[in-house]
């Protein structure tokens, strides 16, 4: 305790004795993401994603290690921004994509990366199949509730009442259906191992994002 | 003193770091950046370092000095 003050009396008298301290950069741009503007809307989340994911494997250096699968969809040139190994799929096919590369390279940390309309509507099968195998990758469901690349039409996960340029008076739930929950569907499979809702649009909540993502590329126990 | 470093011409103005910074030290400036946009400026006020702005700003043009 008597040291710990010490240090304290120490570091106030050299800052009133006018020494210059030295600035330290704290936050800045992680290294596995490359150095170019991007192409989403203003303040779109997906950025705020893809610099987590960067984060993550940066902090626990597994960049020589992860192979990432890019959508398609808004993110389809995501493997212009990740500097690692990126591949593309055929719409809604990447958790096979992923699984043929998992299955050859037992080794590597495979994880996709999807959007709602490759996921939740033509992806369905596929994502429904590969987590009922138990597939050893990692998936992040980048969720926004519309086909954002298109245009803003209604997607199968539009919220009940949901203004959409298809769907202009709200999703009704008589002529559309209800919203698919896809967490939910997913959460009662035996081959599931680690599943959680997550959301970026405050500081705490990209907090709470980015250890998700830590516990879902197997990184960081998860039990 | 912690103090920002933003890269105006690549500020897109989504403007959402104005919305984040808990002391409100973040405005917005009178002049076009090369994107067609106002971008965002740091005011010099008393900033914490927190990185708040940082965190949320979905361009990383935000450098965090402490």
Request: aromatic share 6%.
């Amino acid at each position: 305790m008597k040291k710990k003050n010490r240090k304290k009396i120490n570091r106030s008298a050299s800052k009133r004795a006018g020494k210059k301290v030295e600035e330290k950069l704290v936050f800045s741009r992680p290294q596995s993401l490359r150095d170019v503007d991007m192409h989403y809307c203003a303040g779109c989340g997906h950025s705020i994603v893809h610099r987590l994911v960067c984060e993550v494997i940066d902090e626990f250096k597994i960049r020589d290690r992860v192979i990432g699968i890019a959508p398609v969809g808004c993110a389809v040139i995501a493997y212009d921004y990740w500097d690692f190994d990126v591949s593309e799929a055929a719409h809604g096919r990447t958790p096979a994509v992923a699984t043929a590369i998992k299955r050859v390279r037992p080794d590597n940390i495979v994880f996709t990366y999807q959007g709602d309309g490759d996921l939740a509507a033509i992806g369905t099968a596929e994502i429904i199949h590969a987590a009922n195998r138990g597939e050893n990758i990692t998936v992040i469901f980048v969720n926004n509730g519309v086909y954002g690349m298109t245009g803003g039409q209604m997607a199968p996960t539009t919220l009940a009442g949901q203004k959409t340029s298809t769907s202009i008076a709200g999703r009704s739930l008589r002529n559309d259906g209800y919203p698919l929950k896809m967490l939910e569907m997913l959460a009662v499979l035996p081959g599931v191992r680690y599943l959680e809702r997550v959301s970026v649009h405050s500081a705490q909540e990209i907090f709470r994002a980015k250890r998700a993502i830590s516990k879902a590329l197997g990184v960081v126990k998860s039990y | 003193m912690p103090k920002i470093k933003i890269d105006k011409n690549r500020c897109k103005g989504c403007y959402l770091c104005i919305v984040n910074c808990p002391n409100s030290l973040i405005k917005i400036d009178d002049e076009l950046n090369a994107k067609g946009v106002k971008p965002v400026v740091f005011s010099g006020g008393k900033c914490t370092g927190c990185a708040m702005c940082a965190i949320i700003c979905p361009e990383f043009i935000i450098e965090v000095y402490k």
